[in-house]
């Protein structure tokens, strides 16, 4: 694709709900990253995929988020049993291949837990 | 510990003047830096990178500049536009090829 696509743009959850957040990387980059950005806040690194596998998964919160990646591809992270501390934009990024540091960005997934 | 961060969170400009944003980090061993622009609603978009073999680098009216001696790193946009308005963030390249990002700072272009 042209670009880094994220879906939803936007997710209203109740507290307790579990949720997907989709990621479509810029075709042929191999790796894939999510950070979560708070309000008015930086990027936090959440994990990093280089094709199917995650070797640095250390930014996770907790057990109740998880990501995946399929296909070298489309990736989806997972929060289960949502929190109202998880509300956040959701930030999703790839690049040609790991040793290459500019990353591209989607335009994020607004999740709000209410 | 690494950390990269901000001196101003905001800041305000005439239209038409020079912007400058600063950054700190503490990881000497950092050898790669970013710098990205978010405008509202949006993700974050490339706007230079400098390596740490360099001092300086000039793209299309933005500069980096990088001080390893006191591990700065500053962005200066040249003829600020109302278009310019968004938060800048840098970012270092730390350990596993992952950026740490700082924690941003808000140009506010005044007409």
């Known amino acids: 694709g042209a670009g880094v696509s994220q879906s939803p743009s936007n997710k209203v959850t109740e507290k307790g709900k579990d949720v997907e957040l989709r990621c479509d990387p810029i075709?042929?980059?191999?790796?894939l990253y999510w950070y979560r950005q708070r309000l008015g806040q930086g990027l936090e690194f959440l994990i990093y995929?280089?094709?199917?596998?995650?070797?640095?998964k250390s930014g996770l919160p907790s057990d109740r988020f998880s990501a995946e990646r399929t296909g070298e591809s489309v990736s989806t992270l997972t929060i289960q049993r949502t929190q109202q501390e998880d509300s956040a934009v959701y930030l999703c990024?790839?690049?040609?291949?790991?040793?290459?540091?500019?990353?591209?960005f989607g335009s994020g997934t607004q999740l709000s837990v209410l | 510990g690494e950390s990269v961060g901000l001196h101003l969170p905001t800041l305000s400009v005439q239209e038409g003047d020079n912007s400058i944003i600063n950054c700190a980090y503490s990881?000497?061993?950092?050898?790669?830096f970013i710098w990205y622009k978010q405008e509202s609603g949006k993700g974050p978009q490339f706007i230079i990178d400098?390596?740490?073999?360099?001092d300086k680098r000039q793209g299309q009216r933005v500069t980096v500049l990088l001080n390893k001696t006191v591990k700065h790193l500053s962005l200066q946009i040249a003829a600020t536009q109302p278009g310019d308005s968004a938060v800048y963030f840098c970012?270092?390249?730390?350990?596993?090829?992952?950026?740490?990002f700082g924690g941003g700072t808000r140009v506010l272009v005044k007409p």
């Open positions: 990024a790839s690049s040609l291949d790991r040793a290459d540091e500019k990353l591209f």
């Open positions: 075709s042929g980059h191999t790796a």
């Open positions: 995929f280089q094709g199917n596998s995650a070797p640095d």
């Open positions: 990881n000497s061993a950092s050898d790669y």
């Open positions: 400098i390596r740490s073999n360099m």
């Open positions: 970012a270092e390249k730390t350990a596993g090829n992952k950026l740490t």
